[in-house]
């Protein structure tokens, strides 16, 4: 006869439990391929200023919200893996090659080709291109208009704001990292802080507002002040920022929203003290959530102010 042990209760349970882990892994596993197949991404195209850009339209089976990703100052093509994980929450995408670069056409400007892509001109042909986008969005789910929003990062921060005074439809913002001072503004800054990583360890807010506020310009051009478009703006929108961001100047960002708020504009940021300029593409993934979170309480509230209705207070500092 050959007889068997049992084993340990300990370890059975352990056992046990390894297998119910695994099940449940497996079972995520497969509801997500299902949710990612449910989702249909389709190629499209529209013209803006004379010129055909061309994107992908990423929908998921019912949507609650649609949002344009708008482009920082590179030569960005279309953002797919951002437009999927926001499709995944039920956030309708569309996600476009910035004007030449890509399938889009027209003509890029920026350092990389030595042309100036900050000044007023080009601002607002990217708004353009912006505001051709979330016209072409509305007309393929009209069921959602009035929750239909502009996303962006950096550059952006000038664009999604003239974008918005551009177009009817676009109803919240949502803006990473985004200057709320002028151009020349946010040019003295990024001088002054020349591209070092560790600036904050060394310097004091007050030191680098002197800079912003007083240093000579380096570039002549027609400047666009964020705040002063913002302030015409009557819609809400939300700004992401890094506490050690060497390129915005998230301080006197905030201190601008501040005002903003006290006109009585629907204007909510939040810092995260340790991230600096990429707070889009961040190793956290806090930045993106909470953006996230903020809209799908834009869209049940149904499309009304987020005033009161958000996840949590985002006129925060800190986490």
């Known amino acids: 006869m050959i007889h068997t042990t049992p084993r340990p209760t300990a370890e059975r349970t352990q056992y046990v439990w390894l297998l119910a882990v695994v099940a449940v892994l497996l079972a995520a596993a497969r509801s997500g391929a299902a949710q990612s197949t449910d989702i249909r991404t389709e190629q499209i195209s529209f013209t803006s200023a004379g010129v055909t850009l061309a994107g992908s339209l990423v929908t998921p089976p019912h949507p609650v919200a649609a949002v344009v990703i708008v482009h920082g100052s590179g030569q960005e093509k279309r953002q797919l893996e951002l437009a999927l994980r926001l499709a995944r929450r039920g956030i309708a995408t569309l996600t476009y090659d910035k004007r030449g670069v890509g399938e889009s056409g027209g003509v890029y400007a920026g350092p990389e080709v030595g042309t100036n892509n900050v000044d007023a001109a080009n601002l607002s042909l990217l708004a353009a291109d912006a505001s051709a ?37 676009v109803r919240f913002m949502v803006i990473f990292s985004g200057p709320v001072v002028s151009v020349r503004e946010q040019l003295r800054f ?22 912003l506020l007083h240093d000579s310009d380096r570039y002549q051009f027609e400047d666009t002040d964020a705040q002063v478009v913002l302030s015409m703006l009557g819609i809400p929108g939300l700004w992401l920022y890094g506490g050690r961001d060497i390129q915005a100047p998230a301080g006197i960002s905030m201190e601008h929203l501040d005002s903003l708020r006290a006109q009585g504009k629907r204007y909510q940021y939040r ?12 190793s956290s993934p806090e930045p993106v959530e909470d953006a996230i979170r903020w809209m799908e309480a834009f869209a049940h509230s149904d499309g009304k102010s987020t005033k009161h209705k958000q996840v949590a207070d985002f006129k925060t500092v800190g986490k």
Do not use: C
Not at 146 to 152: A, F, K, M, P, S
Not at 271 to 282: E, Q
């Open 190 to 211: 990024q001088f002054f802080t020349a591209g070092n990583e560790q600036f904050w360890d060394t310097h004091t807010e007050a030191e680098a507002r002197r800079h």
């Open 133 to 169: 986008a979330s016209a072409t969005l509305a007309a393929r789910l009209p069921a959602l208009r009035g929750r239909v929003g502009l996303l962006g990062a950096s550059q952006a921060g000038w664009v999604i704001p003239l974008a918005a005074q551009k177009s009817p439809i």
């Open 271 to 282: 810092l995260y003290p340790v991230l600096g300029h990429n707070t889009m593409f961040a």
